[in-house]
DNA sequence: TTGGAATGTCAACAAGGCTGACATATGCTG
DNA sequence: CAGCATATGTCAGCCTTGTTGACATTCCAA
């Protein structure tokens, strides 16, 4: 169906297989099997990723929306809405319901800014740290297993291919967080 | 704020640092922070994973549950439909939206159990296989560049990252599909 | 001073999760 | 055969989280 046994090979495959090419370039000999592999991970693997955080959100009454705000607030406290905006790409009407019931609940909180007046600063509360501190200590906990259990040599392919997979703008946004924090 | 900072090192890191341990087991040293952007790049490239299809969806006035189901017909034609329930962790009332459009839309064909006559198994029909295959090219187009970009070292680790990410039952359904497949 | 940017908010809508209840076949077992 | 279990479908209602469109406010900058 779809062409897929076409295009598979009548010989023994392994996960991956590289070969150095002709002009220098690395060559990946990729079937589509392979790569509907790499697919069918990737979506097993995104379900687990959330797994522990969805579920400490909901007994708080809240969902992945709410912890994406948290999340990247705590990481760059101070953030203005726009900028958030940008980081989550949603609308600026979904992002405010979030952003509204996290700031009448003690979670965060909004800022006048300083210098030009119309932006909003966000930060954490001690509430919201605390909350956020659950999410990330059981996001890390799953990564971190993750890692040990893959392979030191592991987790450098997989971050490369992370970076890969983004967007050139989602790039961006990333690499600036990676830069903030060192 | 949350105590990331507390766990830096002084020294200058990079991406990832492995080490052989004690009892001859491979231990990682790895910083919360490195852990964040690992979080990070997992986020910013679901969205990428996920853009492409999302757009010839929304096209044809289809969503991500249509995708889902789509492909995993596709990918084990004649299951049926407790099996496809398993897969995507999704309810059945959930589920049964989604196949009664396809149905009715002509890009999924729902027939009866030989031996279980109780049992749906379900079929993509051209059509179907035709909106599977739009969205797997694109699907695929990203997963090959990004692994071209990350080079040929970078798949393997990539991939046992995400499996050892997997919730066991996961694994479990993943490896299956793997297998069905070669 | 005026246009545009940043923000907030209201309303309405849609997708896609969920629960609960119930119906219909069909299979299996005592 | 009777009765329970299983597989599926369906109705109704709810929630979260996304969308669009419209509009108000505040404030910066030319």
Redesign the interface.
Known sequence: ????RKT?RGIA?H?????QGFGGE???Y?T??Q???????????????T?DPDRILADQGYGRAHH?AVHFI??A?GTTVNNLLAIL?VTKQSLNRVLRTLIENGLVESRVGTSDKRERHLF?TDRG?NL??QL?DA??A??????????????????????????IE??R??GK??EG??
């Open positions: 169906m779809l062409g897929r598979k495959m996960d991956t297989r590289g070969a690395a060559l990946l990729l589509d099997e790569l509907r592999q790499g697919i069918e991970a990737m979506f097993f693997a995104y379900r687990g990723f797994a994406r705590g990481r406290p790409g954490l740290a956020e501190s990330s996001q890390r799953r990564m971190r297993a993750a890692y040990r259990e893959a392979g030191p040599e592991a987790v450098g392919g997989f971050r490369r291919v992370l970076e890969a997979m983004m967007d989602m790039r946004a990333y967080l990676k924090q060192q």
